[in-house]
């Protein structure tokens, strides 16, 4: 069963930055892709940034220029750096990871991490 283990929450001030990371174990195979959502009081859970074993990323308008998403394919992890931090991005993130190598894939999700951001 594939385990998703993320790190990184906390409190933090605006302008401040922090560095979420997530481990995935559990299969032989490693993610074909991994990302990062997160899930604001009230709101619906959105893509915040997504990255393919091959390297492709994207990222949500919102993030772009603030956040930057990397994955250690050795490790089966996932990073996401975040600075720049304004009291908008307070919600819970929650790692992703598909696996596959063809047709449908097997969405796993972590239990998530809590970033605040005081004003």
């Known amino acids: 069963q594939v385990q998703l283990v993320e790190s990184g929450g906390d409190l933090v001030q605006a302008g401040g930055s922090l560095r979420l990371s997530c481990a995935a174990s559990?299969?032989?195979?490693?993610?074909?892709?991994m990302g990062w959502y997160r899930q604001a009081p009230g709101k619906q859970r959105e893509l915040v940034a997504h990255v393919t074993s091959g390297g492709g990323i994207n990222y949500a308008d919102s993030v772009k220029g603030r956040f930057t998403i990397s994955r250690d394919n050795a490790k089966n992890t996932v990073y996401l750096q975040m600075n720049s931090l304004k009291p908008d991005d307070t919600a819970v993130y929650y790692c992703n990871a598909q696996y596959g190598s063809s047709g449908p894939l097997t969405t796993y999700w972590g239990q998530g991490t809590q970033v605040t951001v005081s004003s």
């Open positions: 559990g299969s032989i195979f490693s993610p074909r892709a």
